[in-house]
Nanobody
Framework: QVQLVESGGGLVQAGGSLRLSCAASGRTFSNYAMGWFRQAPGKDREFVASISRSYSANYADSLKGRFTISRDNAKNTGFLQMNSLKPEDTAVYYC???????????????WGQGTQVTVSS
């Protein structure tokens, strides 16, 4: 089992930045790919970004250039740097881990509880 705990969410004005963290415990973090997803009220959960065990990153096309995913295996932590935030980025952000890889939620076995990000206009 892998336990994931997100932090770093909050309220920010449009144009601002936030850095989300995802602390992993329970298994060797470096053995897992990690992803970030988000879910806005009334909408489906959507893919944001993923990073493989070999540090290869993928992003949702609409977020490229504003969001950056990274990981620090020594600290068992993943990160999502979010810049130039927009009101439409408002959502609950979830980190997830998988023994494989992918950009769909079904590819991920382990999930955090989520952290709220609210961007005001």
């Amino acid at each position: 089992q892998v336990q994931l705990v997100e932090s770093g969410g909050g309220l920010v004005q449009a144009g601002g930045s936030l850095r989300l963290s995802c602390a992993a415990s329970g298994r060797t973090f470096s053995n897992y790919a990690m992803g970030w997803f988000r879910q806005a009220p009334g909408k489906d959960r959507e893919f944001v970004a993923s990073i493989s065990r070999s540090y290869s990153a993928n992003y949702a096309d609409s977020l490229k250039g504003r969001f950056t995913i990274s990981r620090d295996n020594a600290k068992n932590t993943g990160f999502l740097q979010m810049n130039s935030l927009k009101p439409e980025d408002t959502a609950v952000y979830y980190c997830a881990a998988t023994s494989y890889s992918g950009i769909t939620a079904t590819a991920y076995n382990y999930w955090g509880q989520g952290t709220q990000v609210t961007v005001s206009s």
